[in-house]
């Protein structure tokens, strides 16, 4: 069973900084897609930002130039780091693994952001 723990959620006023993480265990960390996506007050989960099991990212246009996924393998850990912080960027943030080589994805417990002066 893949488990997902995500931390560095916080309150943020706009303009500021966090930096997400989102630790995986229970699965062979290279074999996985990573990705974080988000669901503000009323709106629908969407994507945020996704890596690749080999490096290669894409992000949502509205965090394009502000906010960076990485991983690092050695420690079964994916980041967002994320800037320029705005008030639509409020959001709980999920963690997400797929699997690459069947449909398996799981998702972790979510981590609150707010952005708010």
């Known amino acids: 069973q893949v488990q997902l723990v995500e931390s560095g959620g916080g309150m943020v006023q706009p303009g500021g900084s966090l930096r997400l993480s989102c630790v995986a265990s229970?699965?062979?960390?290279?074999?996985?897609?990573m990705g974080w996506y988000r669901q503000g007050p009323g709106k629908q989960r969407e994507l945020v930002a996704r890596?690749?099991?080999?490096?290669?990212?894409n992000y949502a246009d509205s965090v394009k130039g502000r906010f960076t996924i990485s991983r690092d393998n050695a420690k079964n850990t994916v980041y967002l780091q994320m800037n320029s912080l705005k008030p639509e960027d409020t959001a709980v943030y999920y963690c997400?693994?797929?699997?690459?080589?069947?449909?398996?994805?799981?998702w972790g417990q979510g981590t609150q952001v707010t952005v708010s002066s």
């Open positions: 229970g699965h062979i960390f290279i074999m996985y897609h």
């Open positions: 890596i690749h099991n080999l490096g290669s990212t």
């Open positions: 997400n693994a797929e699997h690459t080589l069947s449909t398996n994805t799981y």
